[in-house]
């Protein structure tokens, strides 16, 4: 009877929870989409109204708690039923009801928002609130699941075939996504194709750069790692080979998750549900197709190769671990800001080890030359080599975080003359959200292992003080850009290592609570990571463009299937733009149509950017022979003829080609004016082209 109450008055706090949550149209937003709102608030027995530009949703508390109580009983039947595979009745609706219970925390604080001056706190609940849904749901389904640890049988080894599928059909679906946004000429040619454009002019004799740049790329970035895909992209030429091997790097992350996991756990379900987390993590997702649908970084080529870093050096195994840190560093310069501290992490960890293991004390050396490395290789990529491509220039992104600084020196200043202004900058309510964005789809089981989590510490840091936009809790880089790409796996190394036995640090008080009250976060590997699998896969749900996210089937969300997914009449009209310039051609375009001109002669951009390659000057190189204005694209300011610039200031140099793409493309062509050659005149000093015939 105390179990029945516990659930009953557990499913009242929820439902109002629910209720609260679907009707604040600020809320609601940030879950889904509208349509997918409709959906499941018709199914709680409410209904949706749009007025204007505005939804207004009716939904009673009451018809929320009755098909709460529905979804509870039919969740209980098999354990009400005494299936031996489940809890008994009673118990599991004891840990149901306790974790709707804790919905209530959400509610007082939602609350008390209002009492909170400038609206932080409201603005944190919104932009959390799919988190919180996404959390609940987790821990209610793995509320239900049986408790305490069974021995895995030595002949039954089929996690590693399921997880070979589940990787199989990551790639698959991740290449499938990036192709359909080619095809649509949704890719943007600056941060994603331009790695594309790099191999082709390297293996082209142009250097190794896109005309995006203002030399080498090296003035850049120190990103060399897509250039071991020369003699791929040697035999297929094109884009999607580089999307293809991004998709791979992602996905075979999970083999080393699984590995470290075994290692740690000895349990191999356990590791299945970690490795598995992996491919649902949706910060990893935004590393494959960012918000701004940026879909390829090389970033992402190294990650597998710092995961297989870390898992050789913690195993001794440094000549090995060595050339994977080296290969990872050439992915970017900052991933020495991870892999340095990852150095020291290790240096502890076998410290700690000396006497016990042999080759701890060698390791640990090891370690210390890898920290040291790191720090001398960072501080020289920001402060001399890069600023050498730049013609001296500071590095591009000093600029990212606002008024701390313009440069590194500028930075470091800050830091020491005003520590406040830098600590006031960092702790902050968008710091926490990133916590919050980072930790939950995890489950939070990285931080059992604060020595191994230490090591993303200064990129978190760094990523904190970033400042793209106003610096505002709204202003977000993470986790839907690429910037957190070093960090994850740390996260997920100190994760596998979280499912190792935690007795040693936790009281016998807190396991007891944990496992009498909602069976999530629990010192049994296997519960401890299907509970970080369940979390997520729920905030997947909320959360992700991959097809596990409702964005991806609502037809009213911009990164929805039928928006990006279905190629439209602007992109069907490509060939008719590309049977208009010659293969020798120097062409300028604007974006998204830019990414398919990379193998032209010379392929500028056409934008309001200033550009090294036209001096930094406004208008298109002087050699440029065709400009093609995709009028269509997001960005577009021309929409017509009229509207060029060139035809305006200099209408005798361009012609305006016949449009054969029903006005979705503009395409000019320079008109080389021949200079006149002097004739000589007639005997009688005539001019020959005016003298009459006698």
């Known amino acids: 009877m105390k179990d029945a109450g516990i659930l009953v008055f557990g499913a009242a706090v929820f439902s109002a929870f629910l209720q609260t949550t679907l009707s604040a149209p600020e809320l609601a937003n940030s879950l889904w989409p509208a349509d997918i709102h409709q959906i499941i608030v018709e199914f709680l027995g409410g209904s949706v109204q749009k007025v204007g530009n505005q939804i207004i949703t009716s939904l009673a508390w009451s018809a929320v708690l009755i098909r709460t109580m529905m979804c509870a009983v039919l969740a209980l039947l098999p354990a009400i039923a005494g299936t031996r595979s489940v809890n008994s009745g009673s118990e599991a609706a004891n840990r149901l009801g306790r974790v709707w219970l804790a919905s209530g925390i959400w509610l007082i604080s939602w609350g008390l928002a ?6 932080l706190w409201t603005t944190f609940h919104i932009l959390t609130s799919p988190f919180w849904i996404a959390g609940f749901a987790a821990a209610s389904f793995c509320s239900l699941l049986p408790t305490g640890g069974r021995a895995e049988a030595p002949n039954r080894n089929w996690q590693p075939y399921v997880l070979g599928i589940a990787i199989l059909t990551w790639i698959a679906t991740s290449f499938w996504m990036n192709e359909r946004l080619y095809a649509g000429l949704w890719i943007p040619h600056g941060d ?9 002019n390297t293996w082209h004799g142009k250097g190794f750069r896109s005309y995006l740049d203002q030399g080498l790329f090296l003035g850049e970035h120190i990103q060399v790692i897509h250039l071991l895909l020369l003699p791929l992209h040697m035999i297929w030429p094109s884009h999607l080979m580089l999307e293809l091997v991004e998709s791979i790097s992602l ?5 080393p998750v699984y590995r470290m996991a075994v290692r740690y756990s000895g349990i191999r379900t356990a590791a299945f549900w970690l490795a598995a987390t992996w491919l649902l993590y949706f910060p990893m997702h935004y590393l494959d197709i960012a918000i701004d649908l940026k879909t390829l970084r090389p970033s992402c080529y190294g990650l597998p190769f710092l995961f297989w870093g870390i898992d050789l050096a913690e195993r001794h195994r440094w000549r090995l671990a060595i050339p994977c840190f080296l290969v990872a560093m050439s992915a970017q310069e900052d991933f020495a800001l991870i892999i340095g501290p990852v150095g020291l992490s290790l240096w502890w960890i076998h410290r700690q080890s000396i006497g016990i293991d042999p080759a701890a004390r060698q390791s640990s050396r090891w370690s210390l030359g890898v920290l040291l490395f790191s ?6 990529a920001v ?78 840091v760094m990523l904190s003080l970033i400042q793209l936009g106003d610096g505002s809790i709204a202003d977000m880089v993470v986790p839907y850009h690429h910037f957190h790409a070093p960090m994850l796996p740390v996260l997920f190394w100190a994760a596998a290592a979280g499912l190792s036995s935690v007795s040693s640090v936790q009281s016998k008080h807190f396991q007891a609570w944990v496992q009498n009250s909602c069976n999530c976060w629990s010192p049994e590997p296997v519960q401890a990571a299907r509970f970080a699998f369940a979390c997520g896969l729920m905030t997947c749900i909320v959360s992700s463009m991959m097809p596990v996210g409702t964005a991806f089937w609502s037809r009213d969300s911009r990164t929805g299937y039928s928006k990006l997914f279905v190629p439209g009449k602007r992109a069907e009209m490509l060939p008719r733009v590309l049977n208009q310039l010659p293969a020798d051609a120097r062409v300028a375009s604007t974006d998204y149509i830019h990414t398919r001109l990379t193998h032209f002669e010379r392929s500028y951009d056409y934008s309001e950017y200033l550009r090294a390659v036209n001096d930094y000057q406004p208008g298109v190189p002087q050699d440029t022979d065709y400009i093609v204005l995709d009028t269509q694209h997001p960005y577009s300011q021309i929409r017509q003829v009229a509207d060029v610039p060139e035809l305006q200031q200099q209408p005798e140099e361009w012609e305006v080609l016949p ?14 004016i021949k200079k006149a050659v002097a004739k000589p005149a007639l005997r009688d000093g005539s001019d020959p082209e005016t003298a009459r015939p006698q």
């Not at 209002?114 to 609206?119: E, K, S, T, Y």
């Not at 720090?375 to 020289?380: E, G, R």
């Not at 449009?659 to 080389?672: A, N, S």
Request: charged residues 15%; proline residues 6%.
């Open 659 to 672: 449009d054969v793409t029903e006005g979705f493309f503009i395409v000019l062509k320079r008109v080389r």
């Open 375 to 380: 720090v001398i290789y960072l501080l020289a």
């Open 192 to 200: 994603s194709a331009m790695y594309e454009e790099h191999l082709w």
């Open 114 to 119: 209002p009492l909170i001056p400038n609206d």
């Open 383 to 460: 402060t001399v080599i890069i600023p050498a491509f730049r013609g001296g220039a500071v590095v591009h992104y000093s600029r990212y975080f606002g008024d701390l600084g313009n440069s590194p020196g500028d930075l470091i200043r800050t830091t020491l003359r005003d520590p406040l202004k830098v600590l006031g900058q960092f702790a902050s309510w968008r710091t926490l959200f990133y916590v919050a964005a980072l930790s939950v789809p995890a489950g939070f089981l990285f931080f059992r292992s604060p020595v191994r989590l230490a090591a993303a510490a200064g990129t978190f």
């Open 251 to 255: 996905a075979i992350c999970a083999v």
